[in-house]
């Protein structure tokens, strides 16, 4: 979903897992889907994770507990905290539709597989790579407090854990910043440019 990125502050869904795959975020056996709905891929997210084989909730899983459940689209829960190393393996972008299929506008971890981190972007998915030490901070102040908030500031580029204080500065490209900040895809930002490349054909 396009949506303009100014200051994102949000509670968050913690997923203290490493090296969380892109068949994880979701199995391989949904990109034979013919939709691009964001809804279908949303609601498949972590799918194998979530449910079990007769589709039923697990418990267990942060999405299924009390403190968690609430939808992004509630107003809530708008930014997924996650370990080390996420989005790694295969490049499929539906990883990323899933992601923001499901509501999330920002994802939060130490490392980002380099092709998905791309993905997220051109999906309306704000990575944010911070220190080790700052998500494990984060993820600590989460478990203490499941209503502690982030404050995600977009044109500062820092990213700050309300419930310390702590900030740290996070680095984006900045044509991706600026398509993000005007709620821009790659098709979008030439069409705005429109009267720059004429004016260009015409000299």
């Given at each position: ?65 009390p ?26 972008e ?87 900040m ?5 098709i ?16």
């Open positions: 979903m396009k949506q303009k990125f100014d200051i994102i502050q949000s509670t968050c869904v913690p997923l203290p897992l490493e090296n969380v795959d892109t068949d994880q975020i979701i199995p391989a056996r949904f990109l034979k889907a013919t939709t691009r709905d964001e809804k279908f891929f949303g609601d498949n997210l972590f799918r194998d994770w979530r449910y079990d084989k007769e589709d039923n909730p697990k418990k267990d899983f942060v999405f299924n507990t403190a968690f459940s609430a939808a992004p689209s509630e107003g809530v829960h708008q930014i997924l905290v996650a370990g080390k190393n996420f989005g790694s393996g295969s490049s499929r539906h990883a990323a539709w899933a992601i923001a299929g499901y509501g999330f506008r920002v994802v939060i971890s130490s490392f980002f597989a380099d092709i998905h981190k791309n993905n997220e972007l051109n999906n309306f998915v704000l990575p944010v790579a911070v220190s080790e030490a700052f998500l494990a901070e984060l993820f600590a102040s989460i478990a203490a407090d499941s209503d502690c908030q982030v404050k995600v500031d977009v044109p500062n580029q820092t990213v700050t854990n309300l419930a310390t204080g702590s900030s740290e500065h996070f680095e984006i490209n900045g044509y991706k910043k600026y398509c993000l005007n709620a821009l895809d790659d979008d930002y030439l069409l705005e440019q429109k009267s720059k490349i004429e004016a260009y054909e015409n000299k």
